[in-house]
């Protein structure tokens, strides 16, 4: 009683993940270095796991109670799990380097697909210059009424009063593209996380201070926080043709009016979401990423 057991099963969760090598935080306290057997593919940070122990510092997980949710990416040739069990996704842009549309059209989808509530984080609003424009290739998410939250990690006061009531008892991703700040923000919320970010010159041989691992921290106010390696590539082909309509909810609507109930949006005749295209109220860059979501799918029977 009282000290960690050395042997034997334990059940925790996992709170960092990196390759095939995960830590655990055990249920009875402490932590464990542990690794998954076979090749399937395995746990996610937020995963609740049960370890067989090995020695007093590792373990190997040997199984993952059922999820809530799993918010992954996924082209041919392999899928990449970002974390387990999420109340919400904070997706992290920039001004600059400018952010791409495309990437967060995708992890909008892959959110909304999954039934997690995205939430953007606009950071480095004191890049006062390039904000605007930012700003304005948001306005067809503000339309959809997604909430957009501008601030500047740079100041910790100021996301501290911007996101502590966001983010206040639950579990939330930080995700985004490299260099948008969302180590810096984690370090705004956890000060005692002191992750590296990168460095601000090069120039300085500091070298770069990417995020290589997801990784949980507690929020000293309560809930979880998770900071993600910036992703270059956002694949969804484990998603159906209705997977992807999700997440363009502003196609909705529209779709009522679709004389065929498998319609897939690209050229059927009598299309509600072409008609309305054609109408101007659905933006054509968002068609456009739909379409392209799907043509990589080979989606199109899938439904
Ligand atoms: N001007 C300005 N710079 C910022 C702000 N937030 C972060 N930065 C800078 O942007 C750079 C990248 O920040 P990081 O926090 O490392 O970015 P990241 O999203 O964690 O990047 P990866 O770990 O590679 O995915 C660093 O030089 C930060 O200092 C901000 O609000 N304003
Ligand atoms: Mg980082
Ligand atoms: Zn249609």
Redesign the pocket.
């Known amino acids: 009683m009282g000290t960690p057991a050395t042997s034997g099963q334990a059940a925790g969760l996992v709170v960092a993940a990196h390759g095939r090598h995960y830590a655990v935080a055990l249920d009875g306290g402490g932590q464990r270095q542990c690794y998954t057997r076979g090749k399937k593919s395995g746990p996610a940070v937020g995963d609740r796991v049960l370890i067989r122990m090995e020695g007093d510092q590792e373990g190997v997980i040997v199984g993952i109670e059922p999820r809530r949710n799993l918010l992954y990416r996924s082209d041919a040739l392999r899928s990449k799990q970002f974390a387990a069990n999420l109340d919400q996704l904070l997706i992290?842009l920039a001004p600059e380097p400018e952010f791409s549309e495309d990437l967060m059209g995708r992890a909008l989808v892959a959110a909304w697909s999954a039934g997690i509530e995205p939430i953007i984080v606009l950071?480095?609003a004191?890049?006062t210059a390039a904000l605007e424009r930012a700003r304005a290739r948001l306005q067809p998410l503000a339309d959809l009424e997604v909430h957009i939250i501008t601030l500047?990690?740079?100041d910790a006061g100021q996301v501290r009063r911007a996101l502590d009531p966001v983010l206040h008892g639950r579990r939330s991703l930080l995700l985004?593209q490299?260099?948008?700040?969302?180590?810096?923000l984690l370090n705004a919320l956890v000060p005692t996380a002191a992750a590296a970010?990168?460095?601000?010159s090069e120039a300085l041989g500091t070298g770069r201070?990417?995020?290589t691992s997801t990784r949980l921290y507690a929020l000293p106010g309560g809930g979880e926080i998770i900071d993600s390696?910036?992703f270059q590539a956002f694949g969804l082909q484990h998603l159906s043709v209705h997977d992807i309509e999700q997440g363009f909810p502003e196609f909705a609507e529209a779709i009522a009016h679709c004389r065929f109930y498998n319609c897939t949006h690209q050229h059927e005749p009598g299309c509600g979401v072409l008609a309305a295209l054609a109408r101007g109220e659905i933006p054509p860059t968002r068609h456009a990423l739909y379409r392209r979501i799907l043509e990589e799918n080979g989606a199109a029977q899938r439904y």
């Open positions: 992290v950071n480095k004191d890049l500047s990690a740079l985004g490299s260099g948008m700040g969302k180590s810096t970010t990168q460095a601000h201070h990417t995020t390696p910036g």
